[in-house]
């Protein structure tokens, strides 16, 4: 038979149940609203934690907004206006009636007319250190930088480097905002990405997009190694800002790819007709960071060099890479290369005991070692094992190298 206390626990439970009824009967008709949000609540946390347990990956999130990202980089972001004067031969009517039937125009007087490129550049550092690219200021007697704050500054041009299209202007100023560059400055496919600068003279502009790629070669210089993004970079971007979702600085803005053009591409600067087509390469931050250090140190980039032109390995039937090392194609005369007995054909293997992946791993390397530095190659020659000693030499300009 059923006890007291038996009796006494059905009592208390039915008495909750009841409490409980009346309680949501009364949220019912005078707190819908309520009872739908703490509805609505417990669904949103029933359907978090089904997404949670289905896969990690799912739960990252990105922000509602870049604003605080651009409000870091921004600052540090200049318009710059390059002035050169050009000259030109205008065609003029001819004044005779009957001869000007004959030959219309001819050469006039030889005049001067002012020119302007459009471009953007990166402040480096608080004392004025600004980048930008090469063809940005190429040719230019007079260049003008606009500040963030509206500040107008003559700059003086501290050095050049055709080769990575880079270039060094210093601007008389003092405690200007620094662009922020992390301490692992690598881009990866897939980051978000924002494009800062100047296009078409209408002021500071920001886009949006995405790494497409990396390590980007388009064979118009001997230093490549590009991100490829589709953020907007159109003409006035160029040497620019490509910034990271934090604001940090990941690469600089230098080219565009158009269908009209050659497949090489042009400079962003150099015109409205230079569309982009979604596809926009930007020199890695590490890349310019490095060209920056050695302009400002030296007045321009030193650079080691083997003297001789490589490409890389031709893959093997069948295979979807291109196999390790580097095939010398040409020796030019009198270069560390011809003086150490290298020859076109030889195939390089490894430099200073580290493995040559390829002909950019190898110009990189070869860059950064110091002039009068000797070191040692491994490769094969005819299929039979070789190892050389060479002193590098300094680079000389790009127009009497052979590499």
Known sequence: MPTRTTYNTLAFIARCAVVGLAAA?????FAPGLVERLRGRSHAGETMHAAAGDDAATT???????ADAVRRAAPAVVNIYA????????????ADALTQRLLGYVPGRIQRRQEQSLGSGV???SDGYVLTNNHVINGADDIQVLLDDGRVSKAQIIGTDAETDLAVLKIEANNLPEIAVPEDATADVGDVVLAIGNPFGLGKTVTMGIVSATGRQLRASSYEDFIQTDAAINAGNSGGALVNALGELVGINSRVYSRAQSSTGLG?????????????????????????DQIV????VIRGWLGADYSDVPAAVGATAHQPGVLIRQITPESPAAQSGLLPGDLLLKL???????????????AAIAPGTKVRLEGLRNNVAFAIDVVLAQRPAPSTTGA
């Open 60 to 66: 990252r999130h990105g922000p509602v907004s870049y």
């Open 297 to 300: 140190k030296h007045g321009r």
């Open 83 to 94: 002035n050169k004067a050009t000259l030109y031969r205008p065609a003029v009517p001819v």
């Open 123 to 125: 402040i480096f550092s």
């Open 25 to 29: 009967f009364v949220l019912s008709v």
């Open 268 to 292: 962003a600067s150099q015109g409205p007709s230079q569309a982009a087509e979604g596809i926009g390469f930007a020199i890695p931050v590490m890349t310019a960071k490095a060209v920056l």
């Open 352 to 366: 200073d005991g580290t493995a040559i992946v390829d002909q950019l791993d190898l110009r990189n390397r070869e």
